[in-house]
């Protein structure tokens, strides 16, 4: 079952255990039931994500109120919105955490808003999503929210292997696709070191042909690896040492979208592109962690240290964009030719926080910290000139060669407290201070962009808060307000004339009430939440004088409401409902982006939910799951609502089913269907435009065909 707020003590299963059936997550950077966290937090556990066969974000967000996942192609090109909040340039909105640590780029030149780290779920205790800003705590780029990944941590006393073999069939795939996966935990001294590895490797067939290049043929096939290490060393009560290590890697041969013309018909079989050169994309992270704490009793001192470093490489079929300019730029001397666009991506980011916590449990609770970060990022861009033969046009090759190397360095301070006023009253607050320092240089030539190589730095200094009273009703129920802000930084800017130097950042102020509640004895647990956000200078992509360049534009708001409710009428069944309503727009006219007052912001459905019954029973001394889901989400536009180029991407209702038996306690055999009824549904649509910003185009990023999959696990 996809474990979310209202969760049973089988979601989760290592927290729950330790908890006495409680959901535990870190939210606040210290253990808690996460009822008692006065934040809208949903929690997807690692074991209910194999259940279901999930193996990337776009496979577990319909389950997550307030979540919509845009996709790009592959696992990694995708674009997360939380309550409304979608970047308006290559900046992401949401933050990403690994554990203690931050992963992805708080830069405007890596285009972190548009590839997130999407890890697979094997070595995963949980996922926790965090909605609305979270900059006291987790600082930059988290205006809409925060995806934090929890791993697994080795366990000192007992020795454990898992293991699992899957195989599953995607309607209209060439072939099966297969997944394997191992973990090990091995205690090396009982109650002070023990050690864990695992490693998953996962092969998912494409379905996807192109109509202008017949060798490209179920093109969008890609294939995983990953694995980890992780240390635990405990030598006194007071000292825990933590060292782990994660490698992961993406290699795809194309793209899984579709292609249809201005009118919306779908090309070719209806599942087909229009590129003519393969559109490959790979990734690998490489990340290194550090982890001491030290309890002296009166307060816990932690320590986290971080580096990680990713590797992108993209390529993009730009023909329809460059290639058809082809006759414009030579006088007619030249005929449309083809483009490849080939983007790099690096990233090197060293982080370090240190904070001082007060014991949980007392009446004040405090936290103070500081936090810094150093990255180092490349963005290294060649656009090329084919004939329609693949021979290079000399006069036009290449078309582009861009770099954008730029680095970014970060200060912060913080500090979080919880005072309980009384039994029933207790507020929580925080306050951050942050400065970055950041440099860029832009160095271009070729045939249509002109030859520079000019540099550029900016400077800024950020405060956030957030303030949380709280009223539990009773020990099982809790009504909270929330106000908190957040910020997502700007940046040095291109070195063009009219061109502002720099851009500001954007911030973001989100006011929040909410109740969480267990009811009649735990038989029914609600979360819900309803929320206005104010979003100020907004980071938006501005043409002057035909070259693009950042800037701040206007104003939007956000409001709605979200929740779960969780109901177990009989025991080992529970039905969950989740939703959410949101309704984002601009609150004033932004030229920049063709936005008028009133227009909703893009890739966020006004509504979207999910429906899931799952039954655990015994069945001759084993143990058996069903479970079966239906989740909706609403259109979305891929522009704000009066771009001219504006489309709106088509609604989609997927139909999920699952069940598992497990033989004497160590043998677990699954099966799955997900998108069972074949819902043809999109998560994206776009307008793609030439290179004189004429509609050329759709392209469609539409929900997986039915996926069939079956698997066997060991665990012992």
Do not use: C
């Amino acid at each position: 079952m996809l474990a979310l707020v209202a969760a049973t003590p089988a979601w989760a299963d290592e927290a729950a255990d330790e908890s006495g059936g409680e959901i535990v997550v870190t939210a606040q950077k210290r253990v808690q039931n996460v009822q008692d966290v006065p934040i809208s937090i949903s929690v997807v556990g690692g074991e209910e994500l194999q259940q279901q066969g999930s193996a990337s974000l776009v496979d577990y967000a319909g389950y997550v109120p307030g979540m919509n996942v845009s996709n790009g192609g592959t696992p990694g090109q995708t674009t997360i919105t939380l309550r409304g909040v979608a970047p308006l340039n290559a900046s992401q909105t949401v933050g990403i955490y690994l554990d203690d640590a931050p992963v992805g780029s708080s830069a405007l030149y890596n285009r972190a808003g548009a590839f997130t780290i999407d890890l697979m779920p094997y070595d995963l205790e949980r996922i926790e999503v965090l909605k609305g800003p979270q900059g006291t705590l987790y600082g930059a780029s988290s205006i809409g929210g925060l995806v934090k990944y929890v791993t697994v941590q080795p366990d000192t006393r007992r020795f454990k292997v898992r293991a699992g073999i899957e195989g599953f069939d995607i309607k209209g795939g060439d072939g099966f696709g297969w997944g394997g996966q191992v973990f090990v935990n091995a205690p090396i001294a009982t109650d002070t070191l023990a050690i864990s590895g695992s490693f998953a490797w996962r092969k998912t067939p494409g379905w996807v042909d192109s109509v202008n290049n017949a060798a490209l043929k179920d093109q969008n096939d890609y294939e995983q690896r990953g694995g980890r290490v992780a240390l635990l060393w405990q030598p006194t009560p007071q000292l825990s040492v933590k060292l782990a290590g994660i490698w992961q890697s993406l290699d795809s041969d194309g793209n899984g979208l579709y292609a249809a013309d201005l009118s919306g018909n779908r090309l070719g079989d209806g599942r087909s592109y229009n590129n003519y050169v393969p559109e490959s994309y790979d990734i690998d992270l490489d990340y290194y962690a550090a982890t001491i704490d030290y309890d002296f009793g009166a307060a816990t001192l932690t320590s986290a240290t971080t580096y990680s470093k990713t590797q992108s490489r993209q390529v993009q079929d730009a023909s329809y964009a460059f290639g058809v300019l082809f006759p414009l730029l030579t006088g007619g001397a030249i005929a449309p030719g083809i483009t490849p666009f080939s983007l790099d991506l690096g990233l090197k980011k060293w982080t370090q926080e240190v904070r001082l916590a007060s014991p949980s449990g007392g009446r004040f609770e405090w936290m103070i910290g500081g936090f810094y970060t150093d990255e180092t990022t490349s963005n290294a861009q060649l656009v090329r000139s084919y004939d329609m033969a693949g021979n290079p046009i000399a006069p036009l090759d290449p078309l582009a060669t861009v770099g954008l190397p730029a680095t970014y360095k970060e200060y912060a301070v913080f500090g979080n407290a919880t005072f309980k006023l009384s039994e029933q009253f207790e507020v929580t607050g925080g306050l951050r201070w942050a400065r970055n320092e950041q440099t860029f240089t832009q160095i271009s030539s070729g045939a249509i962009v002109p030859t520079a190589n000019d540099p550029g730095t900016s400077a800024e200094s950020v405060w956030t808060f957030s303030v949380s009273p709280q009223f539990h009703i009773n020990e099982d129920g809790m009504l909270y307000a929330r106000v908190a802000t957040g910020y997502r930084p700007g940046g040095p800017n291109v070195i063009v004339p009219n061109v502002p130097p720099s851009v500001d950042a954007d911030r973001m102020t989100n006011y929040e009430v909410g109740l969480k509640a267990d009811l009649a004895d735990r038989m029914v647990t609600v979360d819900v939440a309803g929320f206005w956000m104010d979003w100020t200078d907004i980071q938006v992509t501005r043409a002057f004088g035909g070259v693009s360049g950042g800037a701040n534009g206007g104003k939007a708001t956000s409001k709605g409401f979200e929740g779960n409710i969780a109901f177990r009428p009989a025991p080992g069944l529970t039905i969950t409902a989740t939703g959410s309503y949101t309704d984002a727009t601009l609150s004033e006219d932004v030229p920049e982006i063709s936005g008028l007052d009133g227009d909703r912001l893009p890739a966020v459905p006004k509504f979207s939910g999910a429906l899931r019954a799952d039954y655990e029973f015994e069945l001759g001394g084993n143990k058996g799951s069903v479970g079966a889901g239906v989740r909706h989400a609403g259109s979305r536009l891929s522009l704000v609502e009066s771009d001219p180029l504006t489309a709106r991407a088509k609604p989609y209702t997927s139909v999920d089913l699952n069940a598992s038996l497990t033989f004497n306690d160590h043998w677990t055999l699954r099966a799955y269907a997900r998108n069972l009824l074949d819902n043809k549904g999109e998560m994206a649509r776009s307008t793609m435009a030439d290179g004189l910003n004429r509609p050329s185009f759709l392209a469609i990023s539409p929900l997986q065909p039915r996926t069939i999959g079956v698997a066997l696990d060991m665990a012992f």
